[in-house]
């Protein structure tokens, strides 16, 4: 009987991205018995919602990875605008909601008696304050421009943009921001929502993205519980999943650090945004590897992971706006891969052998 395997890929941002499709690509050169077209089940969240669809959708990881790897190549022509595109409806909500919270404010401050005030003036001011907590922004940017955008790609590289369409099984997970559930796109009961739609609403980290709208639902980032869902894989009679995750913590040991200004001696350099990258990197990091041993313990499934080393992370601190910084990244996930499957190998020699996998 031919063992099942399934491909889950977290998410990680484009960097994370990008290097799950370079060590997709050396897995696939470098060990006969990996096939991208032929994993049992796709799983992917956030920017690895993408990768897998494309994946599953019929397109090979080698095509992707040179399509990345040319800058004059248009085969996924993405630019900034399809992601960071300002949420201006959600804006003008929190411009008019807080101006009727200041309003109110002063209204309500301007009417306490200032002789026998119910309570002291700076509990009062916090109180209205308070009010516009309500007013803030949902989200900075909107995800209608980016799931456009794939809907296009979709269709001009003749990938289905249905889930029953898919030659291969999908998934794609998000949670229901109204109830905090966990929805899986493509699985009973969510197989009519766009491909695309799936993609965008799984990607909406807060609070940069605004929650996605799916039908009368609004849906957040699929990586907020589990990190590579391998549980679902589990679900699908699954005897291996390979778990591509980008997500570790970047340890600099005192090498130094791409800033916006200048070289830098830590990560605190690089500013609030990158504080907080590193701070969802160590609680990603830990909650994956606590799933699989769960899983690994329970012992209907093996699990794969693979990872970065924490000091090799250090490459995923540079712009991947940047081409340089883009090629160096999909190069350096293809050739630590390649340079890694031996010793890949010969730790899981096991499951190695009962999955045929051999070097190439």
């Known amino acids: ?157 003749s990938i289905p943009n249905t889930f029953r369409a898919m030659p291969r099984r999908l998934r794609i997970p998000a949670h229901d921001i109204d109830s905090g559930e966990r929805v899986l796109f493509g699985s009973p009961g969510y197989e009519d929502v766009s491909v695309s739609e799936a993609c965008a609403a799984s990607l909406a980290l807060p609070p940069f993205f605004s929650p996605v709208r799916v039908g009368d639902h609004h849906y957040i980032d699929g990586g907020l519980g589990q990190v590579a869902h391998v549980d679902v894989a589990e679900d699908t009679g699954a005897d291996l999943a390979i778990v591509v995750n980008p997500m570790v913590p970047v340890s600099t040991q005192n090498r130094a650090v791409p800033t916006g200004h200048g070289v830098r001696d830590s990560v605190r350099d690089k500013g609030a945004l990158w504080v907080f990258n590193q701070a969802m990197r160590v609680s990603a990091h830990a909650r994956l590897h606590q799933d699989v041993a769960a899983v690994r313990a329970a012992g209907n499934m093996e699990v794969l992971v693979l990872e970065p080393e924490p000091t090799d992370a250090l490459l995923f601190l540079h712009n991947p706006a940047n081409l340089r910084a883009r090629r160096a990244i999909l190069e350096y996930a293809y050739r630590t891969t390649r340079e890694r499957i031996a010793q890949w190998l010969d730790k899981h020699r096991d499951v190695a052998d009962r999955m045929g996998f051999t070097a190439a």
């Not at 992917?44 to 494309?54: E, R």
């Not at 040319?70 to 949420?87: A, S, W, Y």
């Not at 959600?90 to 404010?105: P, S, Y």
């Open 1 to 157: 009987m031919k063992l099942r395997c399934a491909l889950c890929l977290p998410g990680g941002g484009l960097t994370g991205a990008l290097y799950q499709v370079g060590a997709l690509a050396a897995l696939e050169d470098g060990i006969e018995g990996i096939d991208g077209q032929a994993f049992s089940l796709y799983l992917g969240h956030s920017t690895g919602a993408t990768v897998a669809a494309a994946i599953a959708g019929g397109i090979p990881i080698d095509r992707i990875y040179r399509a990345l790897l040319d800058p004059v190549d248009n085969f996924f022509p993405l630019e900034r605008g399809h992601v960071f595109h300002i949420d201006l409806g959600e804006w003008q909500r929190t411009l008019g909601t807080g101006f009727v919270a200041l309003r109110h404010a002063f209204l309500h401050l301007a009417s306490r008696d200032p002789i026998a005030p119910e309570e002291p003036s700076h509990l009062a001011l916090w109180e209205q304050i308070e009010r516009l907590y309500d007013s803030l922004p949902a989200g900075v940017f909107a995800l209608d421009r980016y799931e456009r955008f794939l809907a296009e790609f979709f269709g001009r590289r």
